[in-house]
């Protein structure tokens, strides 16, 4: 069984630009969240899935020069690049992340494959609903469930954030979902805004030299708490450019 990390990632983000080769701890965003992926343990491969726009010439230049692998596919339809990629590294498992997400947990990720493989079931997350902080969100889902979505799918929020299909049906794909034993959505940990990467490289700066890589949640929350007032506060609602979506998506079908 192969399992295979796909992240999405562009460079034409609408709220910043460039976000994902923004520097964090002297390195590029997406740099810095491959090799935190890279420490999952039940990973074989890590991909990173950007759009064949001349503007994401530059992101998959830097994935190659760090040694990951990349496959270009539609700009906005990111279902369609995720079964494509799915079946281009042949993949049986996928785990779903994005690349405003440098702070991602390698230990979520084996929990949510543990959970995906040994229970059978087709879809597993921490977003259904939300418990972790926003940032460390983590789906895994089989490739039969990712390739019927694809084939079955037609509003456009449901092509342009992947999973909404999915999780939208329960009587068809078998979900369950991660629950933080403490509930910390209200956290902000992924970068969308000037404010969010501000908060993330301040909160970064506040572990021992080199330790970005390997840190982990519990780490930062340690952090975060010596520090306290010190760090600078971002606020914005969670979901915001999915949200965005449904309405387009609402318009168009006249709901």
């Not at 979520?108 to 087709?122: H, R």
């Not at 301040?202 to 010190?230: E, Q, Y």
Request: aromatic share 6%; hydrophobic share 45%.
């Amino acid at each position: 069984m192969k399992r295979v990390a796909i992240i999405q990632a562009r460079m034409s983000s609408s709220r910043l630009p460039g976000k994902v080769l923004a520097p964090i701890d002297g390195a590029p965003m997406i740099a810095l969240m491959l090799r935190r992926v890279a420490r999952a343990r039940l990973l074989d491969d890590i991909v990173v899935a950007t759009s064949v726009e001349h503007s994401d010439d530059v992101l998959a230049d830097e994935v190659n020069r760090n040694g990951f692998k990349t496959y270009r596919g539609s700009l906005a339809d990111v279902l369609s690049r995720f079964a494509a990629a799915t079946r281009e590294f042949a993949a049986d498992v996928v785990v779903r992340l994005t690349g405003d997400c440098p702070l991602t947990d390698p230990d979520i990720i084996d929990k949510s494959l543990s959970i995906l493989i040994d229970g059978n079931f087709d879809y597993v997350s921490n977003v259904d609903p939300p418990t972790y902080p926003n940032g460390l969100d983590v789906e895994a889902f089989t490739s039969a469930a990712v390739l019927k979505a694809h084939k079955e799918a037609r509003l456009p929020s449901d092509r342009e954030h992947v999973t909404p299909y999915i999780r939208r049906n329960k009587a068809i794909f078998r979900q369950s979902t991660i629950r933080a034993c403490v509930d910390l959505s209200a956290l902000r940990w992924t970068v969308d805004h000037p404010d969010d990467l501000e908060f993330v490289r301040s909160l970064v700066k506040l572990l021992p030299a080199g330790a970005s890589i390997v840190a982990d949640r519990f780490d930062f929350l340690r952090a975060m708490d010596l520090a306290g007032s010190a760090i600078p506060t971002n606020i914005h609602p969670r979901n915001e450019s999915y949200d965005a979506a449904l309405d387009i998506s609402n318009a168009k079908s006249g709901q």
